[in-house]
C-alpha cells in the first residue's frame, strides 16, 4: 500500500510541474540595430526573457558603413517565423 501511495504521489507532483511548465511564456528572440562608439554599424541577436524582460545579445557583427555613408538609427525587430 506505501509503494503505490508514493507513486501516486510522485505522479501528482510530475503532472503538476508539466502543467506549471507548459504556462510560462517563451522567449523571444528580436534582431538588434545599433551603432557603437566607433561608429560602426552593429546588428545582433538578443533574447528577451520572458520573465523578467532581461536581454542577452548574441552573434554580433558590426562594420564600417561604405565611404560616404553613416549607419541609421537604432532599431529592434522581431525575428521573422
Known amino acids: 500500500m ?3 501511495h508514493k507513486g501516486a504521489l ?3 507532483a510530475l503532472l503538476g510541474v508539466v ?3 507548459g504556462c510560462a511564456k517563451p522567449d523571444r ?3 538588434v540595430t ?3 562608439e566607433h561608429g560602426r ?3 545582433g541577436v538578443a533574447v528577451v526573457d520572458s520573465e523578467d524582460g ?3 545579445v ?3 557583427d558590426c562594420d564600417y558603413p561604405p565611404e560616404g555613408r553613416r549607419p541609421g538609427r537604432s532599431t529592434s525587430a522581431p525575428l521573422p517565423d
Open 41 to 43: 554599424a552593429c546588428t
Open 29 to 31: 528572440s528580436e534582431i
Open 34 to 36: 545599433w551603432t557603437d
Open 10 to 12: 510522485a505522479g501528482a
Open 54 to 56: 532581461d536581454r542577452e
Open 19 to 21: 502543467l506549471l511548465t
Open 2 to 4: 506505501k509503494g503505490s
Open 58 to 60: 548574441a552573434s554580433i
